[in-house]
């Protein structure tokens, strides 16, 4: 049976009042709880898209490690926030792009990073280690927390906030180290007011670290969780296992034995405790860097009957389909190009696609029972006794942009861009967005996929866009400078009128 709705005063400790307020904007990284990343809440469809204009643009300067920018501007009302890969945070005007405040740190990051808004405060991580809340209406520091327990822990998401809670995880990766032993992700909630840890969920379900402590690593998760506000249950991604492909003493991730609970998996949490409801793992005992980080609720319609299906997907190029109460497998939909990844072991050196950039590194989006993907059709080649953490080779191959039946994983259509989609996909209305990273931006037709209209960006992009009423705000990174851009719809008659 699912869980009955919760009432209106049961809600106001569920949901943050400017998320509520601001429902029709952007208040969330996903735009909503259920990360649809979907609005129709704007004038921005086939008619009228050709005629986006750039209304603003504000100069982050900065140096992440991609660019400057790889993550979602939240919209509520008139201002706009957002956070660098340098980890500053910024308040903006939404009508002029005037900056309102500005919180700098100048602290490099690898990201993906972002803000969140919830309870008169906002929320953000600076570096790879301390999260921390600010005043939402002038940006001074309230309180700030470490997140990580070691020298080489990292911290590399977007929070989001929920049940007077912000929700926030460890990563084996920061700028000390990358995959060292005995490093584990620890998905954390935290209190709005103090930054007290509530609790906690290690995605290691292992105290010895699969038997090579000093050797093995992994799990976390580095995008928001999806959230199921009727029953209180929380949907993440779970990383990777490490080292990958193997060492020169084990071979073929030989180190640690066994599927590796739980990363490659979706782990549904009650939100109140952080118990676990259930789990899934899409990839045992990965030996290729098939980190699930990407889950969304998709509302679909079977003979009449309605029900939410959880779906993840990631660096494996499936895309999944989950029941919402038990996580048993629906469907499994392979996407993008497929190479060498189904293999157990390696004997020598081998190109293996998705690489370690490759498949849906970007978030997906759903509406209408539909789900929308931008896959990367990246390499890498692998060895088995060596390690390789970072690295794919972009601009080897088309990248593609799917439609799939959240219903029973079929795809709808498929069709390819120019260059690697490392904007993610954004619906709204009858178009979905995507951007890459040499700096196009699509809109295509929902229905068919055909490309509606382009715009040349002034800079590549690793950033995902957020929409509200005639504007699409887009970050910019990989540009000179890095920025924000501001599209809006008649700009220059709006301009013309003042």
């Given at each position: ?335 993008g190009h497929h190479e060498n990844d189904e293999l157990d072991a390696l004997d020598g050196p081998t190109e293996v696609w998705p690489g370690t950039f490759g498949g849906v590194l970007t978030p997906p989006a759903a509406a209408d ?94 950033g995902w866009p957020a929409i509200a009423g005639d504007d699409l705000l887009w970050p910019v990174g990989v540009a000179n400078p890095p920025r924000l851009v501001a599209y809006r719809l008649n700009a220059s008659s709006e301009r013309?009128?003042?």
């Amino acid at each position: 049976m699912p869980e009955p709705s919760p009432s209106p005063a049961q809600l106001s400790d569920l949901v943050p009042p400017e998320v509520t307020a601001f429902e029709n904007d952007w208040p969330l990284p996903g735009r909503d709880y259920r990360n649809s990343r979907a609005t129709t809440h704007s004038g921005i469809d086939a008619s009228t898209v050709a005629s986006l204009e750039v209304a603003w643009e504000v100069a982050l300067p900065g140096s992440g490690a991609f660019g400057n920018l790889s993550t979602t501007p939240l919209i509520f009302g008139d201002t706009v926030y957002i956070q660098d890969l340098s980890s500053n945070v910024t308040a903006i005007s939404r009508e002029s792009g005037k900056t309102l405040w500005k919180h700098d740190l100048d602290t490099f990051v690898i990201g993906p990073n972002g803000v969140a808004v919830g309870w008169g405060l906002l929320y953000a991580v600076e570096g790879t280690d301390d999260l921390f809340a600010l005043d939402l209406d002038d940006g001074t520091e309230v309180w700030r927390e470490r997140l990580t327990r070691t020298p080489t822990d990292g911290v590399d998401i977007q929070p989001t906030v929920f049940r007077r809670q912000v929700l926030a995880s460890t990563v084996p990766v920061s700028l000390e180290g990358i995959y060292q032993g005995g490093d584990h992700g620890i998905l954390q909630a935290r209190d709005v007011e103090t930054g007290a840890l509530t609790w906690e969920f290690d995605t290691i379900a292992s105290d010895d670290i699969w038997g090579e402590p000093e050797i093995n690593s992994g799990g976390g998760s580095w995008y928001p969780p999806s959230i199921d506000v009727d029953s209180g249950v929380i949907f993440w991604g779970v990383a990777n296992p490490a080292p990958f492909p193997g060492t020169p003493a084990f071979p073929n991730g030989t180190s640690r034995p066994g599927p590796n609970l739980y990363t490659n998996s979706v782990v549904a949490l009650n939100a109140e405790g952080g118990q676990m409801e259930w789990y899934r793992q899409a990839t045992p005992h990965d030996i290729f860097d098939r980190d699930l980080v990407h889950t969304l609720l998709v509302d679909v319609e079977i003979g009449g009957r309605h029900f939410r299906v959880v779906v993840g997907t990631g660096k494996a190029g499936l895309v999944i389909g989950h029941d919402l109460e038990t996580g048993e497998l629906l469907w499994e939909t392979p996407i993008g190009h497929h190479e060498n990844d189904e293999l157990d072991a390696l004997d020598g050196p081998t190109e293996v696609w998705p690489g370690t950039f490759g498949g849906v590194l970007t978030p997906p989006a759903a509406a209408d029972g539909v789900v929308y993907v931008a896959t990367l059709n990246a390499p890498t080649t692998l060895a088995p006794d060596q390690t390789s953490y970072i690295g794919s080779q972009l601009g080897t191959a088309p990248g593609q942009i799917l439609a799939i039946d959240a219903a029973d994983g079929r795809i709808l259509w498929d069709v390819e861009v120019d260059g690697d989609p490392l904007g993610a996909t954004t619906v709204v209305n009858d178009l979905v967005f995507t951007a890459t990273f040499q700096g196009r931006i699509y809109a295509l037709d929902r229905t068919t996929g055909e490309t509606v209209h382009t715009i040349e960006a002034p800079g590549g992009i690793n950033g995902w866009p957020a929409i509200a009423g005639d504007d699409l705000l887009w970050p910019v990174g990989v540009a000179n400078p890095p920025r924000l851009v501001a599209y809006r719809l008649n700009a220059s008659s709006e301009r013309e009128q003042r």
